[in-house]
Protein backbone atom coordinates (compact mmCIF):
# COMPACT_ATOMS: atom_id res chain seq x y z
CA UNK A 1 0.00 0.00 0.00
CA UNK A 2 3.06 2.18 0.52
CA UNK A 3 3.56 3.13 -3.07
CA UNK A 4 0.46 3.87 -4.15
CA UNK A 5 -0.02 6.53 -2.08
CA UNK A 6 3.71 7.69 -2.46
CA UNK A 7 3.13 8.27 -6.10
CA UNK A 8 0.14 10.35 -5.08
CA UNK A 9 2.15 12.49 -2.59
CA UNK A 10 3.52 15.78 -2.93
CA UNK A 11 7.36 15.08 -3.89
CA UNK A 12 8.28 17.39 -1.14
CA UNK A 13 6.35 15.33 1.49
CA UNK A 14 7.95 11.80 0.28
CA UNK A 15 11.52 13.01 1.69
CA UNK A 16 11.56 11.67 5.72
CA UNK A 17 10.09 13.98 7.75
CA UNK A 18 10.98 14.82 11.28
CA UNK A 19 8.02 14.37 13.98
CA UNK A 20 6.77 17.90 14.12
CA UNK A 21 8.43 19.98 11.16
CA UNK A 22 6.55 21.34 9.11
CA UNK A 23 8.75 22.86 6.58
CA UNK A 24 10.14 20.20 4.17
CA UNK A 25 13.48 20.28 2.89
CA UNK A 26 14.27 22.44 0.43
CA UNK A 27 12.28 25.72 -0.21
CA UNK A 28 10.87 25.87 -3.71
CA UNK A 29 8.31 22.79 -4.53
CA UNK A 30 6.28 22.32 -7.53
CA UNK A 31 2.34 22.26 -7.23
CA UNK A 32 1.01 19.24 -8.31
CA UNK A 33 -1.92 20.62 -9.72
CA UNK A 34 -0.85 23.85 -11.89
CA UNK A 35 2.64 22.66 -11.70
CA UNK A 36 4.02 26.74 -11.25
CA UNK A 37 7.10 26.48 -8.48
CA UNK A 38 6.44 27.69 -5.39
CA UNK A 39 8.46 29.53 -2.58
CA UNK A 40 7.95 26.84 0.85
CA UNK A 41 7.45 29.70 3.30
CA UNK A 42 5.48 31.72 1.13
CA UNK A 43 3.55 28.21 0.86
CA UNK A 44 3.33 27.42 4.75
CA UNK A 45 1.77 31.00 5.25
CA UNK A 46 -1.09 30.40 2.65
CA UNK A 47 -2.58 26.95 4.93
CA UNK A 48 -0.44 24.55 1.82
CA UNK A 49 -2.32 25.93 -0.71
CA UNK A 50 -1.39 26.71 -4.13
CA UNK A 51 -0.84 30.77 -4.56
CA UNK A 52 -1.56 30.36 -7.68
CA UNK A 53 -4.37 27.94 -8.60
CA UNK A 54 -6.05 28.09 -5.15
CA UNK A 55 -4.94 24.27 -5.10
CA UNK A 56 -5.45 22.60 -1.30
CA UNK A 57 -1.82 20.61 -1.06
CA UNK A 58 -2.04 17.47 1.34
CA UNK A 59 -0.49 18.16 4.04
CA UNK A 60 -0.04 15.88 7.34
CA UNK A 61 -2.55 14.76 10.12
CA UNK A 62 -0.13 17.09 12.65
CA UNK A 63 0.61 19.76 10.31
CA UNK A 64 -3.59 20.10 9.98
CA UNK A 65 -4.12 20.45 13.59
CA UNK A 66 -1.09 22.97 14.18
CA UNK A 67 -2.60 24.92 11.57
CA UNK A 68 -6.06 24.76 12.80
CA UNK A 69 -5.66 24.47 16.36
CA UNK A 70 -4.40 27.66 18.56
CA UNK A 71 -0.80 27.70 18.88
CA UNK A 72 -1.07 27.94 22.68
CA UNK A 73 -2.59 24.78 25.52
CA UNK A 74 -2.30 21.72 22.97
CA UNK A 75 -2.19 18.26 24.43
CA UNK A 76 -2.02 15.29 22.29
CA UNK A 77 -4.70 12.59 24.14
CA UNK A 78 -5.63 8.87 23.34
CA UNK A 79 -3.51 5.97 22.63
CA UNK A 80 0.32 6.24 20.97
CA UNK A 81 0.21 2.51 20.07
CA UNK A 82 0.41 1.14 16.55
CA UNK A 83 -2.25 -1.24 15.07
CA UNK A 84 -2.35 -4.86 16.37
CA UNK A 85 -1.80 -7.81 14.40
CA UNK A 86 -5.02 -9.95 14.91
CA UNK A 87 -4.50 -12.42 12.05
CA UNK A 88 -0.91 -12.33 11.23
CA UNK A 89 -2.00 -10.81 7.80
CA UNK A 90 0.56 -11.12 5.09
CA UNK A 91 0.55 -10.15 1.48
CA UNK A 92 3.42 -9.73 -0.20
CA UNK A 93 4.98 -7.92 2.77
CA UNK A 94 3.58 -8.91 6.85
CA UNK A 95 1.44 -6.81 8.36
CA UNK A 96 3.57 -5.94 10.68
CA UNK A 97 6.42 -4.65 8.17
CA UNK A 98 3.93 -2.49 6.94
CA UNK A 99 2.85 -1.13 9.89
CA UNK A 100 6.53 -0.51 10.88
CA UNK A 101 7.12 0.76 7.32
CA UNK A 102 4.40 3.19 7.85
CA UNK A 103 5.84 4.64 10.93
CA UNK A 104 8.83 5.87 9.45
CA UNK A 105 7.16 7.11 6.21
CA UNK A 106 5.00 9.55 8.29
CA UNK A 107 6.61 9.92 11.53
CA UNK A 108 3.50 8.59 13.14
CA UNK A 109 2.07 5.58 15.43
CA UNK A 110 -1.02 5.45 13.61
CA UNK A 111 -3.36 6.60 11.01
CA UNK A 112 -4.67 9.01 13.67
CA UNK A 113 -3.70 11.85 15.69
CA UNK A 114 -5.73 13.47 18.11
CA UNK A 115 -4.98 16.92 20.34
CA UNK A 116 -7.46 18.93 22.65
CA UNK A 117 -6.81 22.54 22.45
CA UNK A 118 -8.31 25.76 21.70
CA UNK A 119 -9.88 27.13 18.42
CA UNK A 120 -9.96 31.08 18.97
CA UNK A 121 -10.19 30.17 22.47
CA UNK A 122 -12.89 28.01 22.70
CA UNK A 123 -11.50 24.55 23.90
CA UNK A 124 -12.17 21.81 21.66
CA UNK A 125 -10.98 18.29 20.70
CA UNK A 126 -9.69 17.72 17.25
CA UNK A 127 -8.70 14.43 14.89
CA UNK A 128 -6.56 14.40 11.55
CA UNK A 129 -6.00 11.02 9.61
CA UNK A 130 -2.93 10.80 8.56
CA UNK A 131 -2.60 9.59 4.76
CA UNK A 132 0.93 8.63 5.01
CA UNK A 133 0.26 6.01 7.33
CA UNK A 134 -0.78 3.13 5.18
CA UNK A 135 -3.29 5.17 3.18
CA UNK A 136 -4.93 6.50 6.24
CA UNK A 137 -6.55 3.61 6.54
CA UNK A 138 -9.04 2.53 9.75
CA UNK A 139 -8.12 -0.47 11.99
CA UNK A 140 -8.55 -1.40 15.40
CA UNK A 141 -6.13 1.53 16.83
CA UNK A 142 -7.88 3.69 14.65
CA UNK A 143 -11.33 3.17 15.92
CA UNK A 144 -9.97 3.37 19.48
CA UNK A 145 -7.97 6.20 19.08
CA UNK A 146 -11.28 8.16 17.70
CA UNK A 147 -13.71 6.26 20.47
CA UNK A 148 -11.07 7.89 23.27
CA UNK A 149 -11.34 11.35 21.75
CA UNK A 150 -14.63 11.27 22.07
CA UNK A 151 -14.89 10.11 25.54
CA UNK A 152 -12.56 12.87 26.00
CA UNK A 153 -15.20 15.55 24.66
CA UNK A 154 -18.27 13.73 26.46
CA UNK A 155 -16.00 13.67 29.63
CA UNK A 156 -15.05 17.54 29.04
CA UNK A 157 -18.01 18.52 27.79
CA UNK A 158 -16.44 19.75 23.82
CA UNK A 159 -16.81 20.01 21.01
CA UNK A 160 -14.93 17.40 19.01
CA UNK A 161 -13.77 17.94 14.83
CA UNK A 162 -12.79 15.12 13.13
CA UNK A 163 -10.88 15.77 9.57
CA UNK A 164 -11.02 12.63 7.55
CA UNK A 165 -8.54 11.16 5.26
CA UNK A 166 -8.83 7.96 4.10
CA UNK A 167 -8.57 4.83 1.65
CA UNK A 168 -10.88 3.38 4.37
CA UNK A 169 -11.10 0.52 6.63
CA UNK A 170 -7.67 -1.31 6.72
CA UNK A 171 -7.57 -4.74 4.84
CA UNK A 172 -5.00 -6.54 7.13
CA UNK A 173 -6.95 -6.78 10.02
CA UNK A 174 -10.57 -7.26 7.90
CA UNK A 175 -13.13 -8.06 10.22
CA UNK A 176 -11.80 -5.99 12.79
CA UNK A 177 -11.50 -3.22 10.49
CA UNK A 178 -14.76 -2.98 9.69
CA UNK A 179 -16.49 -3.40 13.46
CA UNK A 180 -14.71 -0.42 13.57
CA UNK A 181 -16.81 1.58 11.37
CA UNK A 182 -20.21 0.12 14.07
CA UNK A 183 -17.71 0.90 16.58
CA UNK A 184 -16.82 4.82 15.65
CA UNK A 185 -20.77 5.24 15.04
CA UNK A 186 -21.75 4.17 17.76
CA UNK A 187 -19.81 7.00 19.73
CA UNK A 188 -20.62 9.87 17.63
CA UNK A 189 -24.25 8.32 18.33
CA UNK A 190 -23.07 8.61 21.91
CA UNK A 191 -22.24 12.70 21.83
CA UNK A 192 -25.32 13.03 19.61
CA UNK A 193 -27.34 12.02 22.68
CA UNK A 194 -25.37 13.87 24.90
CA UNK A 195 -25.61 16.93 22.56
CA UNK A 196 -22.47 17.59 21.77
CA UNK A 197 -21.36 19.00 18.73
CA UNK A 198 -19.56 16.99 16.00
CA UNK A 199 -17.82 18.36 13.21
CA UNK A 200 -16.80 16.29 10.05
CA UNK A 201 -14.06 18.11 7.77
CA UNK A 202 -13.47 15.92 4.33
CA UNK A 203 -10.10 16.13 3.04
CA UNK A 204 -9.19 14.68 0.25
CA UNK A 205 -9.96 11.60 -0.16
CA UNK A 206 -12.16 9.92 1.07
CA UNK A 207 -13.64 6.04 0.38
CA UNK A 208 -15.13 3.08 1.80
CA UNK A 209 -14.99 2.79 5.52
CA UNK A 210 -14.33 6.20 6.39
CA UNK A 211 -16.83 7.54 4.06
CA UNK A 212 -19.26 4.87 5.51
CA UNK A 213 -19.10 6.03 8.96
CA UNK A 214 -16.52 8.65 10.69
CA UNK A 215 -16.75 11.06 7.70
CA UNK A 216 -20.61 11.42 7.03
CA UNK A 217 -22.06 11.50 10.33
CA UNK A 218 -20.99 15.31 11.00
CA UNK A 219 -23.86 17.75 12.81
CA UNK A 220 -22.27 19.75 10.44
CA UNK A 221 -20.50 18.01 7.42
CA UNK A 222 -18.09 20.61 5.55
CA UNK A 223 -15.82 19.47 2.69
CA UNK A 224 -12.40 21.12 1.81
CA UNK A 225 -12.74 22.39 -2.40
CA UNK A 226 -12.39 19.78 -4.98
CA UNK A 227 -12.23 16.90 -2.45
CA UNK A 228 -12.76 13.16 -3.91
CA UNK A 229 -15.39 11.27 -1.20
CA UNK A 230 -17.34 8.28 -2.08
CA UNK A 231 -18.18 5.09 -0.91
CA UNK A 232 -17.03 2.96 -3.99
CA UNK A 233 -14.02 4.23 -5.70
CA UNK A 234 -14.32 5.72 -8.94
CA UNK A 235 -11.88 2.76 -10.73
CA UNK A 236 -13.82 0.31 -9.51
CA UNK A 237 -17.27 1.95 -10.94
CA UNK A 238 -15.62 2.85 -14.16
CA UNK A 239 -14.95 -1.40 -14.26
CA UNK A 240 -17.93 -2.84 -12.77
CA UNK A 241 -20.19 -0.92 -15.05
CA UNK A 242 -17.68 -0.24 -18.10
CA UNK A 243 -18.61 3.40 -18.13
CA UNK A 244 -17.31 6.49 -18.14
CA UNK A 245 -18.08 9.01 -15.01
CA UNK A 246 -19.55 12.16 -15.16
CA UNK A 247 -17.33 15.21 -14.61
CA UNK A 248 -16.32 16.50 -11.53
CA UNK A 249 -17.89 12.69 -10.13
CA UNK A 250 -17.48 12.09 -5.76
CA UNK A 251 -15.89 15.66 -5.91
CA UNK A 252 -17.06 18.41 -2.66
CA UNK A 253 -19.24 20.23 -5.28
CA UNK A 254 -20.67 17.08 -6.30
CA UNK A 255 -21.48 16.34 -2.89
CA UNK A 256 -22.79 19.73 -1.99
CA UNK A 257 -25.08 19.38 -5.39
CA UNK A 258 -26.29 16.04 -3.84
CA UNK A 259 -27.01 17.15 -0.52
CA UNK A 260 -24.24 14.92 1.26
CA UNK A 261 -22.56 17.89 2.58
CA UNK A 262 -23.38 21.48 4.05
CA UNK A 263 -20.65 23.64 2.97
CA UNK A 264 -17.56 23.62 0.75
CA UNK A 265 -15.21 25.74 3.50
CA UNK A 266 -11.44 26.97 1.90
CA UNK A 267 -8.85 26.12 4.19
CA UNK A 268 -7.79 29.65 5.00
CA UNK A 269 -11.34 29.85 6.17
CA UNK A 270 -12.05 26.25 8.40
CA UNK A 271 -11.43 28.12 11.73
CA UNK A 272 -13.15 31.23 11.62
CA UNK A 273 -15.87 29.29 10.01
CA UNK A 274 -15.70 26.43 12.45
CA UNK A 275 -15.67 28.83 15.20
CA UNK A 276 -18.42 30.57 14.37
CA UNK A 277 -20.67 27.53 14.35
CA UNK A 278 -19.45 26.04 17.41
CA UNK A 279 -20.10 29.65 19.04
CA UNK A 280 -24.11 29.65 17.67
CA UNK A 281 -24.58 26.32 19.19
CA UNK A 282 -25.46 25.56 23.05
CA UNK A 283 -23.84 22.22 24.41
CA UNK A 284 -21.71 23.13 27.67
CA UNK B 1 -28.45 -33.58 -10.52
CA UNK B 2 -27.04 -30.59 -8.27
CA UNK B 3 -24.12 -28.35 -8.49
CA UNK B 4 -20.99 -30.10 -7.51
CA UNK B 5 -18.25 -27.59 -6.52
CA UNK B 6 -15.02 -28.11 -7.82
CA UNK B 7 -13.81 -30.10 -4.30
CA UNK B 8 -17.02 -31.86 -4.21
CA UNK B 9 -15.83 -34.16 -7.38
CA UNK B 10 -14.91 -37.08 -5.12
CA UNK B 11 -18.67 -36.97 -3.61
CA UNK B 12 -20.02 -36.16 -6.94
CA UNK B 13 -18.15 -39.33 -8.33
CA UNK B 14 -19.66 -41.57 -6.06
CA UNK B 15 -22.70 -40.21 -6.14
CA UNK B 16 -23.01 -40.68 -10.03
CA UNK B 17 -21.71 -44.36 -9.02
CA UNK B 18 -24.64 -45.15 -6.99
CA UNK B 19 -27.34 -44.15 -9.90
CA UNK B 20 -25.48 -46.18 -12.24
CA UNK B 21 -25.45 -49.12 -9.92
CA UNK B 22 -29.28 -48.33 -9.32
CA UNK B 23 -29.87 -48.62 -12.88
CA UNK B 24 -27.64 -51.42 -13.65
CA UNK B 25 -28.98 -54.48 -14.83
CA UNK B 26 -26.22 -56.35 -14.29
CA UNK B 27 -26.55 -57.35 -10.50
CA UNK B 28 -29.67 -58.76 -8.37
CA UNK B 29 -31.51 -56.27 -6.92
CA UNK B 30 -29.99 -57.20 -2.80
CA UNK B 31 -26.91 -57.31 -4.21
CA UNK B 32 -27.22 -53.54 -5.65
CA UNK B 33 -29.11 -52.44 -2.75
CA UNK B 34 -26.46 -53.64 -0.25
CA UNK B 35 -24.37 -52.21 -2.78
CA UNK B 36 -25.95 -49.02 -2.69
CA UNK B 37 -25.69 -48.56 1.42
CA UNK B 38 -22.34 -48.93 1.36
CA UNK B 39 -21.86 -46.44 -1.12
CA UNK B 40 -24.29 -44.34 0.56
CA UNK B 41 -22.10 -44.88 3.47
CA UNK B 42 -18.82 -43.85 1.97
CA UNK B 43 -20.63 -40.75 0.84
CA UNK B 44 -21.69 -39.39 4.13
CA UNK B 45 -18.36 -40.38 5.67
CA UNK B 46 -16.67 -38.29 2.48
CA UNK B 47 -18.84 -35.44 2.88
CA UNK B 48 -18.13 -35.56 6.77
CA UNK B 49 -14.53 -35.38 5.85
CA UNK B 50 -14.60 -32.70 3.03
CA UNK B 51 -16.71 -30.43 5.07
CA UNK B 52 -15.27 -30.48 8.58
CA UNK B 53 -12.21 -29.18 7.17
CA UNK B 54 -13.07 -26.59 4.51
CA UNK B 55 -10.33 -23.94 4.06
CA UNK B 56 -11.78 -19.99 3.64
CA UNK B 57 -12.04 -20.37 0.20
CA UNK B 58 -13.85 -22.76 0.20
CA UNK B 59 -16.81 -21.71 2.26
CA UNK B 60 -16.91 -18.56 0.04
CA UNK B 61 -17.96 -21.27 -2.73
CA UNK B 62 -20.52 -22.97 -0.29
CA UNK B 63 -21.58 -19.51 0.58
CA UNK B 64 -21.96 -18.38 -2.62
CA UNK B 65 -23.95 -21.90 -3.69
CA UNK B 66 -26.50 -21.32 -6.26
CA UNK B 67 -28.52 -23.49 -4.43
CA UNK B 68 -27.71 -22.18 -0.76
CA UNK B 69 -31.16 -20.67 1.05
CA UNK B 70 -31.45 -17.56 0.54
CA UNK B 71 -33.56 -14.86 2.68
CA UNK B 72 -36.93 -15.24 0.71
CA UNK B 73 -36.43 -18.96 1.31
CA UNK B 74 -35.56 -18.54 5.10
CA UNK B 75 -38.95 -16.14 5.26
CA UNK B 76 -40.62 -19.26 3.71
CA UNK B 77 -39.59 -21.75 5.66
CA UNK B 78 -39.26 -19.94 9.66
CA UNK B 79 -42.22 -17.80 9.46
CA UNK B 80 -45.77 -18.11 10.22
CA UNK B 81 -46.85 -14.87 8.21
CA UNK B 82 -44.56 -12.33 6.68
CA UNK B 83 -45.66 -9.05 5.52
CA UNK B 84 -43.31 -7.27 3.11
CA UNK B 85 -43.11 -3.34 3.75
CA UNK B 86 -41.75 -1.84 0.90
CA UNK B 87 -40.05 1.72 0.37
CA UNK B 88 -37.89 4.38 1.94
CA UNK B 89 -40.20 6.54 1.51
CA UNK B 90 -37.98 9.07 -0.01
CA UNK B 91 -36.90 7.62 -3.82
CA UNK B 92 -37.59 3.71 -4.12
CA UNK B 93 -38.10 0.70 -3.14
CA UNK B 94 -35.08 -1.33 -3.12
CA UNK B 95 -35.30 -5.34 -3.88
CA UNK B 96 -31.79 -6.08 -2.63
CA UNK B 97 -32.69 -5.62 0.49
CA UNK B 98 -36.21 -6.92 2.06
CA UNK B 99 -38.42 -6.25 5.19
CA UNK B 100 -41.50 -6.94 6.85
CA UNK B 101 -43.59 -7.65 10.06
CA UNK B 102 -43.15 -11.24 10.74
CA UNK B 103 -44.31 -13.86 13.37
CA UNK B 104 -41.99 -16.53 13.97
CA UNK B 105 -43.39 -19.93 15.85
CA UNK B 106 -46.06 -16.65 17.39
CA UNK B 107 -43.61 -14.33 18.19
CA UNK B 108 -43.55 -11.07 16.33
CA UNK B 109 -40.66 -9.25 15.10
CA UNK B 110 -39.33 -7.15 12.18
CA UNK B 111 -37.48 -9.32 9.81
CA UNK B 112 -35.25 -7.82 7.20
CA UNK B 113 -32.38 -9.14 5.30
CA UNK B 114 -30.51 -9.27 2.07
CA UNK B 115 -32.27 -11.47 -0.66
CA UNK B 116 -29.78 -12.06 -4.24
CA UNK B 117 -32.40 -13.75 -5.95
CA UNK B 118 -31.35 -17.20 -8.04
CA UNK B 119 -32.58 -17.97 -11.02
CA UNK B 120 -31.01 -15.09 -14.13
CA UNK B 121 -34.20 -13.14 -14.04
CA UNK B 122 -34.52 -13.11 -10.02
CA UNK B 123 -30.47 -12.12 -9.83
CA UNK B 124 -30.89 -9.25 -11.71
CA UNK B 125 -34.67 -8.12 -10.25
CA UNK B 126 -32.53 -8.19 -6.44
CA UNK B 127 -29.72 -6.72 -8.08
CA UNK B 128 -26.83 -9.74 -7.05
CA UNK B 129 -28.61 -8.56 -3.25
CA UNK B 130 -26.44 -5.45 -3.54
CA UNK B 131 -28.46 -2.79 -1.85
CA UNK B 132 -28.46 1.01 -3.36
CA UNK B 133 -28.95 3.54 -0.30
CA UNK B 134 -33.16 3.23 -0.43
CA UNK B 135 -32.45 -0.29 0.75
CA UNK B 136 -30.18 0.70 3.86
CA UNK B 137 -32.91 3.57 4.31
CA UNK B 138 -35.88 1.02 3.42
CA UNK B 139 -34.36 -1.33 6.35
CA UNK B 140 -33.96 1.64 8.68
CA UNK B 141 -37.05 2.90 8.61
CA UNK B 142 -38.43 -0.35 9.53
CA UNK B 143 -36.02 -0.82 12.38
CA UNK B 144 -37.41 2.79 14.04
CA UNK B 145 -40.80 1.00 13.74
CA UNK B 146 -40.09 -1.82 15.51
CA UNK B 147 -38.68 -0.04 18.24
CA UNK B 148 -41.39 2.40 18.29
CA UNK B 149 -44.33 -0.54 18.44
CA UNK B 150 -41.71 -2.56 20.94
CA UNK B 151 -40.51 -5.56 17.97
CA UNK B 152 -37.52 -7.41 17.91
CA UNK B 153 -34.90 -7.09 15.15
CA UNK B 154 -34.27 -9.90 13.04
CA UNK B 155 -31.52 -9.32 10.26
CA UNK B 156 -30.29 -12.08 7.96
CA UNK B 157 -26.99 -10.76 5.82
CA UNK B 158 -25.76 -12.32 2.52
CA UNK B 159 -24.63 -9.82 0.37
CA UNK B 160 -21.55 -9.18 -1.57
CA UNK B 161 -21.48 -5.90 -0.80
CA UNK B 162 -22.83 -2.60 -1.42
CA UNK B 163 -23.72 -1.60 -5.09
CA UNK B 164 -20.98 0.23 -6.54
CA UNK B 165 -22.91 2.91 -8.85
CA UNK B 166 -23.02 6.25 -10.33
CA UNK B 167 -26.69 6.40 -8.77
CA UNK B 168 -25.78 4.63 -5.31
CA UNK B 169 -22.95 7.62 -5.15
CA UNK B 170 -25.66 10.26 -6.01
CA UNK B 171 -28.07 9.48 -3.81
CA UNK B 172 -25.15 9.11 -0.82
CA UNK B 173 -24.33 5.63 -0.32
CA UNK B 174 -21.84 6.40 2.68
CA UNK B 175 -24.16 8.29 4.25
CA UNK B 176 -27.26 5.39 3.91
CA UNK B 177 -24.35 3.21 5.38
CA UNK B 178 -23.55 5.15 8.32
CA UNK B 179 -26.61 6.95 9.46
CA UNK B 180 -28.08 2.75 10.19
CA UNK B 181 -24.57 1.70 12.14
CA UNK B 182 -25.17 5.01 14.48
CA UNK B 183 -28.76 3.95 14.53
CA UNK B 184 -28.40 0.39 15.20
CA UNK B 185 -26.28 1.30 17.88
CA UNK B 186 -28.61 2.96 19.92
CA UNK B 187 -32.54 1.89 19.23
CA UNK B 188 -34.32 0.27 22.34
CA UNK B 189 -35.27 -3.53 20.79
CA UNK B 190 -33.05 -6.35 20.46
CA UNK B 191 -31.07 -7.14 17.66
CA UNK B 192 -30.52 -10.18 16.57
CA UNK B 193 -27.88 -10.77 13.42
CA UNK B 194 -27.30 -13.92 11.65
CA UNK B 195 -25.18 -14.13 8.36
CA UNK B 196 -26.48 -16.46 6.37
CA UNK B 197 -24.58 -16.45 3.06
CA UNK B 198 -21.46 -13.72 2.20
CA UNK B 199 -20.91 -10.89 4.60
CA UNK B 200 -19.48 -8.13 2.37
CA UNK B 201 -18.01 -5.31 3.42
CA UNK B 202 -20.01 -2.22 4.70
CA UNK B 203 -22.92 -3.24 2.43
CA UNK B 204 -23.30 -6.14 5.16
CA UNK B 205 -22.44 -4.00 8.54
CA UNK B 206 -24.87 -1.52 7.33
CA UNK B 207 -27.92 -4.10 8.72
CA UNK B 208 -25.78 -6.08 11.21
CA UNK B 209 -24.80 -4.41 14.49
CA UNK B 210 -26.95 -6.20 17.43
CA UNK B 211 -27.03 -8.13 20.86
CA UNK B 212 -26.46 -11.18 19.29
CA UNK B 213 -24.85 -11.63 16.14
CA UNK B 214 -24.27 -15.65 14.77
CA UNK B 215 -23.37 -16.69 11.48
CA UNK B 216 -23.83 -20.30 9.46
CA UNK B 217 -21.13 -22.33 9.47
CA UNK B 218 -20.15 -21.56 5.76
CA UNK B 219 -21.00 -17.92 5.85
CA UNK B 220 -18.55 -15.51 5.24
CA UNK B 221 -17.95 -12.34 6.93
CA UNK B 222 -14.78 -9.65 5.69
CA UNK B 223 -14.32 -6.20 5.77
CA UNK B 224 -14.36 -6.59 1.88
CA UNK B 225 -14.79 -9.39 -1.20
CA UNK B 226 -12.00 -11.64 -1.53
CA UNK B 227 -11.98 -10.16 -5.00
CA UNK B 228 -11.90 -6.59 -3.82
CA UNK B 229 -9.09 -7.45 -1.22
CA UNK B 230 -6.95 -9.40 -3.70
CA UNK B 231 -7.25 -6.61 -6.21
CA UNK B 232 -6.50 -3.54 -3.48
CA UNK B 233 -3.54 -5.35 -1.49
CA UNK B 234 -1.65 -7.53 -4.02
CA UNK B 235 -3.47 -4.94 -6.88
CA UNK B 236 -4.57 -8.42 -8.57
CA UNK B 237 -8.22 -9.71 -7.98
CA UNK B 238 -6.99 -13.25 -9.28
CA UNK B 239 -5.09 -13.92 -5.86
CA UNK B 240 -8.43 -14.21 -4.27
CA UNK B 241 -7.74 -17.10 -2.73
CA UNK B 242 -5.01 -15.92 -0.72
CA UNK B 243 -6.92 -13.28 0.36
CA UNK B 244 -9.76 -15.16 2.01
CA UNK B 245 -6.95 -17.21 3.39
CA UNK B 246 -5.30 -14.32 4.85
CA UNK B 247 -8.63 -12.05 6.12
CA UNK B 248 -9.82 -15.48 7.56
CA UNK B 249 -13.49 -14.95 6.70
CA UNK B 250 -15.12 -17.96 7.83
CA UNK B 251 -16.90 -18.76 10.89
CA UNK B 252 -14.47 -20.39 13.46
CA UNK B 253 -11.82 -17.94 12.88
CA UNK B 254 -14.04 -15.13 13.24
CA UNK B 255 -15.57 -16.65 16.59
CA UNK B 256 -12.12 -17.33 17.76
CA UNK B 257 -11.70 -13.46 17.54
CA UNK B 258 -14.62 -13.34 19.44
CA UNK B 259 -16.02 -10.92 16.66
CA UNK B 260 -19.56 -13.40 16.73
CA UNK B 261 -21.15 -15.35 19.63
CA UNK B 262 -22.35 -18.20 18.06
CA UNK B 263 -21.39 -20.79 14.77
CA UNK B 264 -24.24 -22.78 14.07
CA UNK B 265 -23.40 -26.40 12.47
CA UNK B 266 -25.42 -26.56 8.70
CA UNK B 267 -26.64 -29.58 7.55
CA UNK B 268 -24.50 -32.27 6.42
CA UNK B 269 -22.67 -30.86 3.21
CA UNK B 270 -23.32 -27.43 3.40
CA UNK B 271 -27.23 -25.70 3.93
CA UNK B 272 -27.87 -25.91 0.52
CA UNK B 273 -27.99 -29.69 0.78
CA UNK B 274 -30.97 -29.32 3.19
CA UNK B 275 -32.33 -26.19 3.30
CA UNK B 276 -35.06 -27.24 5.53
CA UNK B 277 -32.65 -28.25 8.37
CA UNK B 278 -30.99 -25.05 7.80
CA UNK B 279 -33.83 -23.31 8.25
CA UNK B 280 -34.86 -25.16 11.20
CA UNK B 281 -31.11 -24.34 12.32
CA UNK B 282 -31.96 -20.86 11.67
CA UNK B 283 -35.17 -20.63 13.27
CA UNK B 284 -34.12 -22.46 16.74
CA UNK B 285 -31.32 -20.32 17.29
CA UNK B 286 -33.34 -17.15 16.53
CA UNK B 287 -36.31 -18.14 18.90
CA UNK B 288 -33.79 -19.50 21.26
CA UNK B 289 -31.61 -15.74 21.50
CA UNK B 290 -34.66 -14.11 21.40
CA UNK B 291 -36.02 -15.22 24.24
CA UNK B 292 -32.79 -14.50 26.37
CA UNK B 293 -32.68 -10.84 25.09
CA UNK B 294 -35.87 -9.80 25.53
CA UNK B 295 -35.25 -10.12 29.37
CA UNK B 296 -33.22 -7.54 29.44
CA UNK B 297 -34.71 -3.81 29.63
CA UNK B 298 -34.06 -1.22 27.44
CA UNK B 299 -31.58 0.49 30.03
CA UNK B 300 -29.61 -2.84 30.03
CA UNK B 301 -29.83 -3.91 26.08
CA UNK B 302 -28.42 -0.53 25.16
CA UNK B 303 -25.59 -0.49 28.00
CA UNK B 304 -24.55 -4.12 26.86
CA UNK B 305 -24.37 -3.09 23.35
CA UNK B 306 -22.26 -0.21 23.68
CA UNK B 307 -19.71 -2.06 25.91
CA UNK B 308 -19.46 -4.94 23.10
CA UNK B 309 -19.70 -2.39 20.43
CA UNK B 310 -16.67 -0.68 22.15
CA UNK B 311 -14.65 -3.87 22.91
CA UNK B 312 -14.57 -5.10 19.23
CA UNK B 313 -10.76 -4.39 18.62
CA UNK B 314 -9.79 -2.95 21.78
CA UNK B 315 -6.16 -3.08 22.51
Redesign the interface.
Known amino acids: MTNWFEKILPSFLKKDQKKKSSIPLGLWKNCNSCNSILYVPELEANSFVCTKCDHHIRIGARTRLEMFLDPENKEEISSNKSGYDWLKFKDTKRYKTRLSEAETTSGEKEAIVVIKGSLLKLPVVAAAFEFRFMGGSMGSMVGQKFVEAVEYSLKNRLPFICFSTSGGARMQESLVSLYQMARTSAFIEKMSKAKLPYISVMIDPIYGGVAASIAMLGDINIAEPKALVGFTGPRVIEQTLNVSLPEGFQKSEFLLEHGAIDMIIHRKELRPTIHRLLTKFEYS | MEDYLEFEKSIAALEKKIIDLESSEKFSEDKISSEVDKLNDSVVKLTKKIYSNLSPWQCVQVARHPLRPHFLDYVEKICDDFDELHGDRHFGDDRALLGGVASIDGINCVLIGHEKGRTTEEKIYHNFGMSQPEGYRKAGRLMKLAEKFNLPIVSLVDTPG?Y???D????????A???N??????LEVPILVNIVGEGG??GA??I??GDHISMMEFAT????SPE??AS???RDSSKAE??AE????NSNN?LK?K?IDEVLEEPLGGAHRSPDQAALILKRSILKNLDKLQSYSSDDLLER??KR??G????
Do not use: D, N
Not at chain 2, 168 to 175: A, L, V
Not at chain 2, 221 to 224: E, L, Q, T
Not at chain 2, 246 to 249: G, I, N, R
Open positions: APGISEERGQSEIARLSLMSSSGLAAVYSVAACIVWLAAMQLILLRYLSFGAI
